[in-house]
């Protein structure tokens, strides 16, 4: 990575001659990053010693900064941290996949051809043998679209392959609002309609492209622990085999089968699809699950407000990686996580720090560190689930993840497209810091669906997950885009995601001070955020407007 880094003040001189560094330490900023992305947390997995360091680390940082605790109440007494009960699942031994079709037998490994996550379903082995498999297009139900893939088909016994992303998002155009992803192209609502249907499982075809990032990133997010919320009854919400599959692989079975996987994968596009049995592919898959109950941690610090303390600003970022996985190239096992997510815990407690410093704000600010998020945002879907402090009066959501080490950007932007006031506001703050705003240039990944600030939007609160710029100011857009390009195909999910010397930490300040000022507007205005016409979460937010009064 090139070193974007402007010298001495000439790098501030663009944006209206502000001094972003009075609020924001850069010093700090990497200080905190450094700690938690050492080998020594290694790499922040739940439920392991990682854990145990960072939640100690983040609540003795919001101290020092002068937060208060706000977590759970304990004998009276706010706590520095929220429990957060999830069942754990990690598979034990070897996973044996083996395929047949055209009448030869081959195996298949964990990893490489296929990536199979441990079984959520509470079980402590799964054996498949000889499942029959459907090819079911997208594997979307969307009567409100008057779109179903499955078209009566059985899927009991069998295993589906389902593409990845929107019918669409090639073409651009079509019932799924163009190139942007809609949550029908999650893979978490592939596994969630697996369920649904009563198959066996599914397995979805991987496409650098639709998924937005490459088999490594596949294959460490998916081989790894798998943790989900407790559900009494999990085989609702899950089949027993979730994972994906390689391109090649699928093709081949195509092939064999008599079948063209271009010419179905385009009829797939069309509301004419029907589901098509692969003749003569079964597949075969054994492994041993262990399945247990833990308790992780949320850690949460407060500055409680003034005039309004009842009205509450939240601040969020994960604070969990992969931990500890499969090894890279080198041999590195520690999925450090240095971009994702150490610099966004650590500005978010320079933010905390900043507000603990001024005056105190009218409403109350929350700073939520949130745990479980590389396992499909789980921390911030327990606290939005059972919240400390209530939902009606919860101004908004502030959400930070992996921002950029690049350096100093023009510009800005957010996760997906949060068609709220919300976004208006941090807009208007953006321009009054000489910054514009660039909406999200890749809407097909599905962004706004992936951090935690969602948790908090599918129940109403208006809600924002804040993007580092790619217009820097050394090397400009070009700069900007190889780097993102970069990072997503050698560094995400990967072992390789950690600090380097390289690094430039004033973005960081510019990205943080943006939040700070935006957060200062709404933590001592009267004014609530809120959802515009046309937004799915509009009508959740308004069942709560009497809170608001």
Known sequence: MKQFLLAGASAWAIFA???????????????????????????RGPATEGEKKTVAYIAEQYRAAGLQPGGDLKDGKRAWTQDVPLA?????????????????????????????????????????????????GYGVTAPERKWDDFKGVDL???????????????????????????????W?????????????????????????????????????????????????AHAPIEGWVQLDQTKALFKAAGLDFETLKAQAKTRAFKPVALTGATISIDYAVDAQKIVSKNVVGLIPGAKRPDETLIYSSHWDHLGVGLPDAKGDKIY??????????AVMIEIGRAFAQGAKPDRSVVFLAVTAEEKGLLG?????????????TTVANINMDALSVAGPAKDFGSSGNAASTLQDDLIAVGKAKGRYYTPDPRPEAGSFFRSDHFSFAKRGVPAISFGSGRDLVNGGRAAGDAYARAYTADKYHQPSDEVSADWSYEGL?????????????????????????????????????????
């Open 17 to 43: 001659g502000q001094a972003f560094a009075a609020d924001l330490d850069p010093g700090k900023i990497a200080g905190h990053v450094k700690v938690l992305a050492s080998d020594a947390f290694e790499g």
């Open 88 to 136: 754990r699942f990690e598979t034990k031994g070897p996973v044996a996949v083996s395929v047949t079709s055209g009448g030869a037998t081959q195996s298949w490994k964990q990893g490489e051809e296929i990536a199979i996550r441990a079984a959520q379903t509470g079980v402590d082995r799964v054996t498949v043998k000889d499942a029959p498999i459907v090819f079911v």
């Open 156 to 186: 009991k016994g069998k295993i589906a392959l389902v593409l990845v992303n929107d019918p669409d998002f090639e073409g651009g155009e079509g019932e799924f609002g163009g190139k942007a992803m809609t949550y029908y192209g999650r």
């Open 188 to 236: 978490t609502y592939k596994y969630e309609e697996a369920a649904r249907q009563g198959a066996i499982g599914f397995l979805v075809i991987h496409e650098t492209a639709g998924a937005s990032y490459g088999w490594p990133t596949v294959k460490n997010s998916n081989t790894n622990v798998i943790f989900d919320i407790i559900r009494a009854t999990p085989t609702e």
């Open 336 to 345: 450090n996580g240095a971009v994702d997510n150490a610099d966004g815990i």
């Open 380 to 392: 911030s879907e327990y606290y939005a689930d059972a919240p400390l402090y209530p939902l009606g």
């Open 509 to 549: 300040v510019l990205d943080g001070g943006l939040m700070l000022d935006l957060g200062r507007k709404l933590a001592n205005s009267t004014d609530w955020p809120a959802w515009k016409e046309g937004s799915e979460f509009k009508q959740t937010r308004d069942a709560t407007a009497s809170d608001r009064k």
